[in-house]
C-alpha cells in the first residue's frame, strides 16, 4: 500500500461547527504533516509529527488542532473557522530515514467555511 | 533552506522533451534539490531528488551544474498528462526540522497536442 488517504474529500462547515480531517497512510512512515493550500498558491506547511509528537507547528492559531493517535492515523480538528479557512487541506507521510525522506501526500480535503 | 528561481509558465508539444529549469544560486553544500509536481486538483507528487550527481528514475531525469547553482528537470516524452505546476525545492536532508518542505511558485507547465 503506497498510499496517503484523506476523508472527506469536501467539507463543508459553518463559522460555529465542530468538524474533523482524517489521514491515514500504511506505509510504515513515522513522520506526517499537514499543509494548507490557497487557491493558486503552493501549499504551506502547518503540522509536522515525528514519530506520533507534534515537532513543527507553523505558528497555526489555535482553531486547528492537530492529533496523531497512532503511527497510521494523523487527524485535524477544526473549530470556529472563518472564511478564510477555506483552503485545500493536504495531508503527507514521509520515512525519517536521512536523504530518503521525500513527502508523499493524499489527495487533500477541500474545506468551504461558510 | 535555499531560495529557488522557476519561471513562471512553459509550454511543450506532446512528445517532446520537457527541459524545466531552477535557479538556486544560494545553495549550500548539505541541500539537496528535490522536484515535485502538482497535477492540478490533486496533491503534489514526489518526481526525483539529488545532490551534486545526475538522477535519472522512471519518471525523470535531473541534471545538477557542476556548481550547483542550478538544475534542470527533464521529462523526456511529455505527455498530456504531465501538465502540472512543477515546484524545485532546495533543503538539507538530516532529520528534524530538515523534514520541511518550503514550496515556491513553481513552472506551471503545459503540454500542449
Known amino acids: 500500500d503506497t498510499e496517503v488517504t484523506q476523508t472527506p474529500k469536501h467539507l463543508v462547515m459553518g463559522m460555529t461547527n465542530k468538524k474533523s480531517l482524517k489521514c491515514e497512510q500504511h506505509?510504515?512512515?513515522?513522520?506526517m504533516y499537514w499543509y494548507k493550500q490557497k487557491a493558486k498558491k503552493p501549499p504551506e506547511l502547518m503540522f509536522v509529527?515525528?514519530?506520533?509528537?507534534?515537532?513543527i507547528n507553523e505558528s497555526v492559531p489555535s482553531r486547528f488542532s492537530p492529533e496523531c493517535p497512532n503511527s497510521s492515523l494523523l487527524n485535524l480538528h477544526l473549530h470556529a473557522l472563518q472564511p478564510e479557512d477555506s483552503a485545500l487541506y493536504l495531508c503527507a507521510s514521509s520515512p525519517i530515514v536521512p536523504r530518503f525522506n521525500e513527502q508523499f501526500f493524499g489527495p487533500g480535503t477541500r474545506l468551504t467555511v461558510l | 533552506d535555499a531560495k529557488t528561481t522557476q519561471p513562471p509558465s512553459m509550454d511543450c508539444a506532446e512528445g517532446r522533451a520537457a527541459n524545466l529549469p531552477c535557479n538556486h544560486s544560494t545553495i549550500s553544500g548539505n541541500e539537496y534539490v528535490y522536484w515535485y509536481r502538482q497535477i492540478h486538483s490533486q496533491g503534489p507528487q514526489y518526481i526525483i531528488h539529488?545532490?551534486?550527481n545526475n538522477e535519472t528514475n522512471e519518471m525523470a531525469s535531473l541534471i545538477i551544474t557542476e556548481d550547483r547553482k542550478s538544475s534542470t528537470l527533464i521529462l523526456p516524452h511529455a505527455t498530456l498528462r504531465d501538465t502540472a505546476v512543477y515546484y524545485c525545492i532546495v533543503r538539507v536532508n538530516s532529520g528534524g526540522s530538515n523534514y520541511k518542505l518550503t514550496f515556491g511558485k513553481g513552472t506551471l507547465l503545459t503540454v500542449n497536442p
Open positions: 509529527y515525528s514519530y506520533e509528537k507534534l515537532s
Open positions: 506505509m510504515g512512515h513515522r513522520a
Open positions: 539529488g545532490l551534486k
